[in-house]
DNA sequence: ATACCACACTTGTTTAAACAAGTCAAGAGA
DNA sequence: TCTCTTGACTTGTTTAAACAAGTGTGGTAT
């Protein structure tokens, strides 16, 4: 559970508008107000404040106050967004997943791979494919690549069940940031082969390169989804003065 | 230019990782150091550290220092990512824009309209659509829905050239939040007819609501891209236990 | 009525300081 | 040699306060 104040806030405000006590377009309370409510500094509610400015759901206007423009998404696709691991946004999404391992490796970074994936040449890890599925229809082609240093015991049998889970509980790391780009591409034969894609062609691809609190990065990833199951949710906030 | 000190360091250390300066894995002095050099506070330090943070250049470590992370990412695709008008993307992406208005037309939000784009029932709006070139190749079909009391004297001349530009420099409203959801779809005999496509079947689609500072929805839109050209790019930031 | 100004609010930026907690290396003690 | 502790560093959280700047209201003078 959070220990920390700003998270708690956060958290608190967070819920209250996505159960409707603050609804879209009204202004939550002001900072002096909420600092009186929770016990805190103002410094505090406003790093809450900023978190919740960063997600999406309110938006604050200089000289007037802290507005909601939460907008419940409609629930039509498979939405992934944040770190979460494929249990987890499964378990958001309301849907049973399920995983089949395709194969498992141990294998050398070369120098092509290490342009693919960010590991330097050389390195040890652990390559492996996966099929997942939600509510037994196979719509995920999921390609791992983990460091070996960093994710040590890492086997078939946690492959099959939820990997994240073994790092984070058995092996104490932490996940911190992950750096993705999303694209679409043709389907390959594997692709077709392996997942439900019905008529569909292509695929929703997510590439990306996950770091743990140690600042190392672990893992290199590929997501092939369905189209008609993904959908990849963003908020950017634009700071003043542009970036250079 | 920007004038807020936490802005000019972010900026400059920004371009100091860009320019290799601070090498990827490479620890940048820590906060202290910095806070004497430029002339700070901690805090002010830790401000920009924490835009660096969020834009995937460096990665913190409790007790150690803050690390760069960042990658420079092969530039075959058109890049997609934080709030940017198609001028800007075309600009930073090295790419001659061009813009054909398709229609222009002004009217009244319905209900099923409503759903869809967030705007109240009855709303007046713009409703524009667009084709999107790159180095003269058709590339992205544009659907734009703006609020007319938020986007006043809005015209044809306008939208063939920057919609943004105009919002910003001539009516001074400034862009703040944008929430998008990023999707595959099948190509529509409209995507197929007025943009090139080649063999594909499908486009990326970018649909998202935009706010400005006073905290009003202003914008719907809806961006169809040609899957090859299209990438979108994505920095997230696990904060410590669960949202909820 | 209208234009203007003062005032009470709001959020935005910056400084300052204290303490918590994680890392790492050097040195003491077995 | 090995283990453990200490201390100096790092980032993380919270408090406190001051001032800047934008918004809106209400009153006053025109």
């Known amino acids: 559970m959070p220990r920390e104040k700003y998270r708690e806030i956060y958290v608190d405000l967070k819920e209250k508008i996505e159960q409707g006590d603050y609804k879209e377009s009204d202004m939550i309370p002001s900072e002096n107000i909420l600092s009186k409510e929770y016990q805190c500094t103002r410094n505090t509610i406003r790093r809450a404040i900023r978190e919740l400015i960063h997600r999406g759901y309110v938006q604050s206007v200089h ?19 944040g ?29 092509r791979m290490s342009r693919r994936t960010g590991f330097h040449e050389g390195a040890e890890v652990y390559y492996i494919q996966r099929v997942r ?9 999921d390609i791992n690549v983990f460091l070996k240093s960093e994710t040590p015991g890492l086997n078939e049998t946690i492959a099959n069940s939820s990997i994240y889970k073994y790092l984070e509980d058995d092996l104490g790391m932490q996940i911190t940031t992950s750096n993705r780009i999303i694209t679409a591409e043709l389907a390959t034969p594997i692709d077709t082969k392996y997942l439900a894609l019905d008529d569909y062609d292509f695929v929703c691809v997510i590439t990306g390169r996950t770091f743990n609190s140690k600042g190392i990065q672990f893992e290199y990833t590929q997501s092939r989804h369905r189209p008609d199951y993904f959908s990849f949710q963003d908020t950017a906030v634009r700071t003043k003065y542009e970036d250079g």
């Not at 000289?63 to 967004?81: D, M, R, S």
């Not at 599925?133 to 082609?141: A, E, G, H, K, Q």
């Open 63 to 81: 000289g007037k106050g802290v507005q909601v423009i939460y907008h419940p998404i409609e629930q039509a696709h498979f939405t992934v967004g």
């Open 83 to 111: 770190i979460e691991s494929f249990a987890e946004s499964a378990r958001r999404n309301k849907k049973k997943p399920g995983t089949a391992v395709m194969q498992f490796a141990e294998l050398t970074v070369d120098d």
């Open 133 to 141: 599925s939600l509510d037994d229809v196979p719509l995920i082609y």
